[in-house]
């Protein structure tokens, strides 16, 4: 049974779709089967994975809806071993089709329930407010990962997030855990930063992840070329942090750590390809100095 991970906070601009879709390919990476959600009617998730729009195509839509065939509604991707449901505009829809309809808060939680079977990571992308979008990615999920920036005003932000899990489990998932909080564009130099993650760690002690996501240009720039950063461009910063996040991710989530942790990633001798190798050693502070 595969294990559903949602990646959500709804103040916007934090992370959240950039994690989503390089968290799954990089846990596609270490050769788990990982399937990806786009919950967001902006579509950025499928867009940064090279799908273009196409209003004719299965979608989350229709899963949400009861229109298709779940299986139906995955796509392939240019990353082995990672695939996505789509997204479209139309999503939008949903949130007022969906307020009188019965069972409305399990719609997708009943769809993705034939999905588990086939991948070990499901990996759901939510929108920016808690809408009955993300209502259904909480419910369907087994853990929530918040992705929040180390500044005040994330802080604020979290404890309502925090207060709608509670919520969800009080009554519409009991089973709903923390799967942790991740820092995003995080630069460990300013004060502020130092002050927020001390903030974190008392309040969510193990909860915070260890890895942390620093600003990086080439994970801005991966998405324009519909492409996950590890593909762009693996020796980033950026692409080597959510590996890492993968890793620990994967240590969390698996109980035999030693078969399931990923191996090192390497760069394949074809350009734009990744292939996983063994373990190798770390790379000199000068070369990961040159990185973007």
Partial sequence: MGRVIAVANQKGGVGKTTTAINLAASLAAAEVNTLLIDCDPQSNATSGLGLVKDPDRINTYHLLMAAANPDDAVQPTGVDQLWIVPAHKNLIGANIELVEAEGREFRLRDAISTLRERFQFIVLDCPPALDLLTLNALVAADAV????QAEYFALEGISELLDTVERIRSGLNPSLEIEGVVLTMFDERTNLAQQVTAELKRFFGPKL????????????????????ALVYDIRSKGAESYIRLAKEIIARSLPVAEEAAPAEVAVAEEPGRTEMVGQEEEKPAEELDKSA
């Avoid at 992840?209 to 996950?228: F, V, Y």
């Fill in 209 to 228: 992840c260890a890895t942390t996501i620093p600003r990086n240009i080439r994970l801005a720039e991966a998405p324009s070329h519909g492409k996950p």
């Fill in 145 to 148: 990962l918040i992705p929040m």
